[in-house]
């Protein structure tokens, strides 16, 4: 039986709003990530084989049309953006070396850390920039004007 009292209660809709509001950013939050992780895996797309590289694009195009990822989808995709770290960190670690002396925090050049699209983002590793400056270094070359 529905209790309209508690329906109409301010303390009762504040809590449900609170809580609502609370599963809806986590939500968000988990989104992001899995978002982060996607682009990571289309950055470092050539390096994929084909059927990484298909569900990748399934990944992305679920994302993109609103629809949630499966878990066996979503733990493959993060076990992938986790082997395409390990693979590519030889790279970055020598893109770091090169152009910031070591320091994850420093930036490159030619690809400022405040062109970065994820660079005011909350929860992103901020040494996950130099991920998204090998790809453009990749693109554009390591001397180019952004």
């Known amino acids: 039986m529905i209790d309209f009292k508690k329906l109409n209660d301010p303390k009762w809709q504040a809590?449900?709003?609170k809580e609502r509001e609370e599963?809806?950013?986590k939500a968000e939050a988990h989104e992001k990530m899995l978002r982060r992780e996607l682009n990571l895996c289309l950055e470092a797309d050539e390096?994929?084989?084909?059927?990484?590289?298909?569900?990748?694009?399934?990944?992305?195009?679920?994302?993109?049309?609103?629809?949630?990822?499966s878990e066996p989808q979503e733990k493959w995709l993060l076990d992938i953006a986790k082997r395409v770290?390990?693979?590519l960190a030889e790279k970055v670690k020598a893109l770091v070396s090169?152009?910031?002396?070591?320091?994850t925090q420093g930036q490159h050049p030619a690809y400022p850390r405040s062109d970065w699209p994820l660079a005011k983002e909350a929860g992103v590793d901020p040494?996950?920039?130099?991920f998204w400056v090998l790809r453009l270094v990749d693109v554009f070359g390591d001397e180019a004007s952004a």
């Open 23 to 25: 599963r809806e950013a």
């Open 127 to 130: 040494a996950d920039y130099w």
């Open 15 to 17: 809590q449900v709003r």
């Open 47 to 69: 390096t994929l084989a084909q059927n990484e590289r298909s569900l990748v694009r399934n990944c992305q195009h679920r994302l993109n049309t609103g629809a949630l990822l």
């Open 98 to 103: 090169r152009h910031a002396n070591g320091d």
């Open 85 to 87: 770290r390990t693979v």
